[in-house]
């Protein structure tokens, strides 16, 4: 058997094994129809801020939370020992809007970063429906928090969201909006086909009995991130999931403005991802390395092989399926994205994360939250 035999094999059955998962999880969130499901009176819900030296964004988006169109619920603001003047924007929003409430955190440094401050504004919040956002967040809609909260209408226990960022000009920022919109892809695509791994802090909610039932935060405190992702790894695998992924629904982020901060954050992801439970380390792990290896393989049969026409079919029979999937998912979450983008948008997302990877090995210092 020849080197060109050998990456014949391999590539067909990369290609074939990258397909496969097109099938089982992209097109089902492609082919995705929102719950209907409502309350017919919608409960009483907490919504949790943690806030550490923001003053300025707390000035800037705090008040999109605070005048949502909801019948009843409370604004928790947990301050952590902050520095700058957090504490006097907020008790001048408390002038204005009864629903918000200061916790400021009592420890004089948090030993365990964000998770030890979520987990205080968890036991200070009132109702068992709870929504994580941030304070350099905003709701796209006044109707941000009944889209989230009619999501646990079905049942359900968890609830994922969408958070983008801000759009702004410079190849950074589009670098970081189709990263960003792979991954919410990729995550939602795999809650909705059984296998959730990850939200955005930024916009998830959950009921507080779920959070009690898998022991909060305790078994990975000494992780720096994964308040959000590490969480839904320990839910049971019965656990039911709703996805709310409508624009109306979603939060906007303020972005990264250099790739040196958006890779330290990064870092961190990878870190809480390594934590990930077995099942869903195994597909993820698998995943990253088949669409890894098949880009590597290409140039390497270009210049092995005299087949270029069938491997030209394999080319495109994988990159048309890809396309038709995430462009739909795209669509549903409000990425904007021409084509060329889309269509290597894996290649992209993928490079950032092995690159983090990378750097996750080399480093043994990590940012905290």
Known sequence: MTISDILHIVFVMVTIGLLLFYLFTWRRMANNMPSRDK?????????????????????????????QKYPDFEVLVIDDNSTDDSLTVLKEFQKKYSQLKVVTFQEEKSSFGKKQVL?????????????????????????WLVGMVNGFADGSELVLGVSLYSKLKGAVNSIIQIDTGFIAANYLSMAVSGFPYMSVGRNVAYKRSLFEKVGGFKSHYHIPSGDDDLLINQMPKRTKVNLVYNKGAQTESVPKLSFQSYFSQKIRHVLAGMKY??????????????????????????YYTDELLLISIFII????AMYSFIQRIFLKIGVRSILITTIFSDIMSIGIHNYAVIQTIFKSKVGKW
């Open 119 to 143: 987990e205080c504004g968890i036991k200070h919040a009132k109702s068992d429906y709870l929504i994580m956002t941030d304070a350099d967040c905003k709701p796209l809609s006044a109707f």
């Open 277 to 302: 439970n077995k099942r869903n380390l195994l597909i993820l792990s698998l995943y990253y390395s088949f669409t890894t290896l098949w880009y590597l393989l290409i140039p390497f049969l270009i």
């Open 317 to 320: 029979i994988k990159k048309v």
């Open 39 to 67: 309350f017919s009176q919608l409960p009483f819900v907490s919504v949790i801020i943690c806030a550490k030296n923001e003053q300025a964004n707390l000035s800037q988006f705090l008040e999109f939370v605070l005048s």
